[in-house]
């Protein structure tokens, strides 16, 4: 069983900084090839996908709309998802989730793929 759980969400100006981590369970990190992800929930939006990246650190991948913006990385000693996130827009306000999937499934930017899921952070970005 996959426990994540999510933390480091806040309340910001346009232009700040804030890092999310997405504590998972030790079984997580077994092998190196979990597909994990974040994706984030706008009101009144779908779910959509923010970034993704394997268990074992490799291929990270953001989404062009946050591009040059967000970081997404792994420290695997920690079992902790990291997503550094600069220059924020108000358009980036939601509830950001971590996600993953089950060993040995390619990444995959649809939600429904992913088997486990955190609770959730808020993250507001005011003008």
């Known amino acids: 069983q996959v426990q994540l759980v999510e933390s480091g969400g806040g309340s910001v100006q346009a232009g700040g900084a804030l890092r999310l981590s997405c504590v998972a369970s030790p079984n997580t990190y077994k092998y190196n090839t979990r597909c994990m992800a974040w994706f984030r929930e706008a009101s009144g939006k779908e779910r959509e996908v923010v970034a993704t990246?394997?268990?074992?650190?490799?291929?990270?991948v953001v989404v062009d709309s946050v591009k040059g913006r967000f970081t997404v990385s792994q420290d695997k000693d920690k079992s902790t998802m990291y997503l550094q996130m600069n220059s924020l827009k108000p358009d980036d306000t939601g509830l950001y989730y971590c996600?993953?999937?089950?060993?040995?499934?390619?990444?995959?930017?649809?939600?429904?793929?992913?088997?486990?899921w955190g609770q959730g952070t808020q993250v507001t970005v005011s003008t």
């Open positions: 996600a993953a999937r089950e060993f040995g499934s390619t990444c995959s930017r649809k939600s429904r793929d992913y088997t486990y």
């Open positions: 990246i394997y268990s074992g650190g490799d291929a990270p």
